[in-house]
């Protein structure tokens, strides 16, 4: 069974399943790899009868201290402010900073098929008293939080500290506070201009009441009292979270502690690495979530987060590289051995479950869809970019008859997937420009096993069809073998013939796209042995 189906299987009872995010700037990719996992989750506790609820937060009472998210001349006046009272910076009439980031985030996840049974903001529940008991829970008993932060994270709070950050009622700053004093209805504060070096405080003290939103929970124990108010009985987080001592060991024992309560099942889970290191919104490393979800379409970015299990991370990074058409690959792998096809190399267990819980609908026929045909998406980004070919054609032709609905639907997508691959990250040689022209200049400077091998790859196409980038490649192999000459240097003289350029696409592929006797032409005029051709366009069939 998959994790998911293995974690359905061991629970029992109603689950409430949650998560929430601190919106402060642009959420990177690498973030919808909690929702997916929550989504994934309560799909397996349906499918097990559990009733089930799914909650997203939004922590947008948290401080503003991302200095590198805020213009120069608003950083004094806006750091250590709540997210939800800093202005939106975009001015596009979203109500706050929060607002702005999160909604960008969350507009994501219908796209991807999660679909929460209620969006809360920080901001809005505060007010509503429902946090004032654990608030009160927490000032009652902040000798047993210190002793809790000391003992678990080996944290040390001064005696007068309590477990409290309130809104100024001066500078609107909630970062900058302290309370150090608590009388059964108000607490103490101070605002110091040096509590923290990303914000300055504006020596503002006082006795105020710490109720009806004019104060916060610190982080820990705001997760754990979430955990109360609204009965969370799972709750994935990530690894920085998960570690000894850490955030999650410290709001499970004040759940346990202070606010008497057993704290959600947790499900660790890895990181989204570019070049081994985290995404992170704040030092600008990772690709937005929203611009990503505009070039990947939904199946195969929540597979790029279901194929490793949670604990194991990802590397993934767009920029110049493959990693889009190999991600649909695998992607096209797991559906082939789902549907009982051969595929090539080793498919980890569960394979079935983890392209089951890929698709976007999580009532789909499985079956279906994983016999249903799809074009490699490295192909297409070849096919759209050849002028006269029609694409559509051409990939009925590969698939031998005529595409169904459901498989033009995903042609259209995955034709859209290859335009935006083509146009935002991949790497210089997956664009081309055929030259059919005549034979580039520098295809000059081939040399005599260059031109012995293309002379033996016409003979080869002209003895007998080659139907498909499958067989052309083999007959590249194979030509070069015959001619001596390394597949390196094969490639590189078929991509100056044609291209004008020592690198490319697959060639295979690249040629297949083409009139055979154009292709045939080509290669005799490349080689010294012919005229040039004179068509260019594979005629469609």
């Known amino acids: 069974m998959d994790w998911a189906d293995e974690l359905a299987a061991r629970v029992s009872g109603p689950q409430v399943v949650n998560d929430s995010k601190t919106p402060s700037g642009t959420v990177h990719v690498g973030s919808l790899r909690g929702p997916v996992i929550l989504d994934v989750i309560t799909r397996a506790l349906r499918a097990n009868d559990h009733e089930t609820t799914l909650l997203y937060g939004v922590d947008d009472m948290d401080p503003m201290d991302a200095q590198a998210l805020l213009t120069p001349d608003a950083i004094d006046r806006e750091m250590g402010r709540p997210l939800a009272h800093v202005p939106d910076p975009a001015g596009d009439c979203h109500s706050s900073y929060a607002r702005h980031f999160a909604g960008l985030f969350i507009d994501v996840f219908a796209k991807l098929g999660i679909h929460p049974d209620r969006y809360y903001w920080m901001s809005d529940i505060y007010p ?22 000391r003992r678990v994270a080996n944290v040390q709070h001064p005696d007068t500290w309590h477990p409290l950050g309130v ?6 700053k909630v970062g900058t506070t302290i309370v150090t004093d608590w009388d059964g209805e108000k607490v103490f504060f101070e605002c110091r201009p040096d509590l923290v070096t990303w914000a300055h405080g504006c020596g503002s003290s006082g006795w105020i009441s710490p109720f009806g939103g004019t104060a916060k929970l610190p982080w820990n124990l705001e997760w754990a009292a979430q955990w ?4 969370v009985t799972i709750e994935p987080g990530g690894k920085d979270l998960s570690t000894a001592g850490g955030s999650r060991d410290r709001s499970d024992a004040i759940a346990r502690e202070v606010f008497e309560r057993e704290p959600p099942l947790n499900v660790a889970y890895e990181f989204l690495n570019i070049g081994g290191k985290k995404m992170s919104t704040s030092k600008g490393r990772g690709a937005a979530a929203h611009a990503i979800a505009d070039v990947i379409p939904p199946e195969q970015l929540r597979f790029l987060f279901l194929r490793p299990r949670p604990n194991q991370a990802i590397e993934f990074d767009p920029d110049g590289t493959d990693a889009v058409p190999r991600l649909f690959d695998e992607f096209d792998r797991f559906a082939a051995a789902t549907a009982g096809r051969p595929v090539k190399g080793e498919i980890p267990p569960g394979y079935d479950a983890t392209f089951r819980y890929s698709l976007l609908d999580p009532n789909a026929d ?64 997956a664009r081309l420009t055929v030259r059919l022209d005549g034979l580039p200049p520098e295809a000059d400077g081939l040399e005599v096993d260059q031109r012995a091998f293309l002379a033996r790859l016409a003979e080869t196409a002209e003895a007998a069809p080659l139907e498909g980038g499958d067989a052309w490649q083999a007959a590249i192999f194979a030509a070069a073998v015959d001619a001596g000459i390394p597949a390196v240097r094969a490639f590189a003289a078929i991509y100056l013939a044609f291209l004008g350029r020592a690198n490319g696409p697959r060639a295979g592929w690249l040629l297949a796209t083409l009139d055979p006797s154009f292709v045939t032409g080509r290669l005799r005029q490349a080689a010294g042995v012919g005229d040039a051709p004179t068509a260019g366009i594979r005629g469609d069939r």
């Open 128 to 149: 509503t008293g429902a946090m004032d008991p654990y608030i009160r829970l927490a000032l009652d008993r902040a000798p047993l939080v210190r002793e809790i932060y």
């Open 167 to 172: 809104v100024c009622p001066t500078c609107a």
């Open 228 to 231: 109360s108010l609204f009965g």
């Open 366 to 429: 499985v079956a279906a869809e994983a016999w249903a045909f799809r074009p490699n998406l490295a192909h297409l980004a070849l096919l759209v970019q050849i002028p006269g070919v029609d694409v559509d054609a051409r990939v009925a032709a590969e698939k031998g008859s005529p595409l169904t609905e459901h498989e033009k639907a995903i042609l259209d997508v995955r034709i859209a997937a290859a335009r935006a691959w083509l146009e935002a990250h991949a790497p210089e040689r």
